[in-house]
């Protein structure tokens, strides 16, 4: 796998946090961003990526908010396996 640019992690980034609002402790978003950088260094895919989150997500917060992470990195999931 091949590194991710910085952009598009950040806009993820983003994504998650602005769905979790204030709802999330500093450890908690430290936990995805070390996720976000795995995808970033090429380790894993963003799919897996964001499955990882959404399961964080699910178990510490709230499905609600995990499933509107997973619709809301969907299209980006979907935009890096068609290569793009």
Excluded at 39 to 65: H, M, N, P, R, Y
Aim: some cysteine; overall charge positive; aromatic content about 4%.
């Amino acid at each position: 796998m091949n590194p991710v640019p910085k952009e598009r992690v950040e806009q993820v980034r983003d994504t998650i946090r602005a769905v979790l609002g204030g709802k999330a402790s500093d450890i908690f978003l430290g936990r995805i961003d070390a996720i976000l950088a795995e995808w970033a260094s090429g380790k894993i895919t963003a799919a897996q990526a964001c499955k990882k989150v959404q399961k964080l997500v699910s178990l510490f917060i709230g499905e609600d908010l995990a499933k509107e992470i997973a619709n809301r990195c969907s299209p980006m999931v979907k935009k890096e396996s068609a290569g793009g």
